[in-house]
């Protein structure tokens, strides 16, 4: 059976990747997935009213990781420019840390419990995505940015549950070790489309998911919390893989 929207005529075949571009078959196109994965360092030490590195001596600095994933809306195309649209992003990153004994303590036992600290970052972008390159001159780069709010959802786990933190001096009063953070998301990013490596595989992929061009990508991504709340943005490169549909 025929894809919808195609013509039964037998697929293309290449001679030259640039020829990969010219052809006139694909199926509509309107949105874009990103799968994504990269370091990630919250910025919490550079959260207002802190004075010493609460999260780098109880954390270190030892490198963790974030998955996630886009979906992205192209709204509009640009004639020899690109597409402009909208899109939202999920990711999860869990940092763990012994627990340590007060100054105080006389103990030499060490205690064998961790903290966790997981953070959910979420966001909403305007991405502008320029493939002229690729989309005019058979040239597989796309370059892109994307600007937006963010919001990211954050709780601490010291094995018998939520902590409280930021105690003042006499104890009494703390704030929960959960919350939430608002701020903004910032990314430039370049995709190299793979489709050319093997346009055979891309032609399929089109007439049977309906996938047009897929790529892998490198971006540097800038989150910031700012103000009287907990700054678990971080500024850090990801990578992956993309795919417009």
């Known amino acids: 059976m025929d894809a919808p929207g195609r013509s039964n005529v037998p697929a293309p075949t290449f001679e030259h990747p640039s020829q990969y571009r010219r052809r006139d078959d694909y199926s ?55 597409t402009l649209g909208v899109g939202g992003g999920w990711a999860f990153t869990r940092l763990s840390g012994s627990n340590k004994l007060p100054d105080d303590a006389t103990s030499v036992t060490p205690i064998q ?45 010291n094995g018998n549950g939520t902590p409280q933190i930021n105690c003042d001096t006499d104890g009494k009063h703390c704030t929960s070790g959960k919350d939430h953070s608002w701020g903004t998301q910032a990314a430039l990013g370049l995709m190299l489309q793979i489709d050319w490596l093997e346009p055979s595989a891309g032609v399929e992929l089109d007439t049977s998911l309906g996938i047009n061009n897929s790529y892998i990508f490198i971006e540097w991504s800038v989150s910031n919390y700012g103000g009287q709340q907990m700054n678990v943005g971080a500024n850090t490169w990801v990578t992956g893989f993309a795919f417009e549909m």
Not at 64 to 79: M, N, T
Not at 114 to 143: A, C, K, N, Q
């Open 28 to 82: 509509s196109q309107d949105m874009a997935l990103e799968l994504r994965f990269g370091p990630y360092a919250p910025r919490v030490d550079d959260s207002n009213g802190l004075t010493h590195p609460v999260y780098k001596s109880f954390f270190g600095d030892k490198t963790r990781f974030q998955f996630g994933l886009e979906v992205d809306w192209q709204l509009w195309r640009a004639p020899h420019i690109g």
């Open 113 to 157: 419990q961790e903290t966790s600290f997981t953070i959910m970052p979420m966001y909403g972008v305007g991405v502008l995505r320029v493939d002229v390159l690729s989309h005019d001159y058979g040239i597989p780069l796309v370059g892109y940015g994307k600007f937006g709010p963010a919001y990211a959802l954050w709780w601490m786990n």
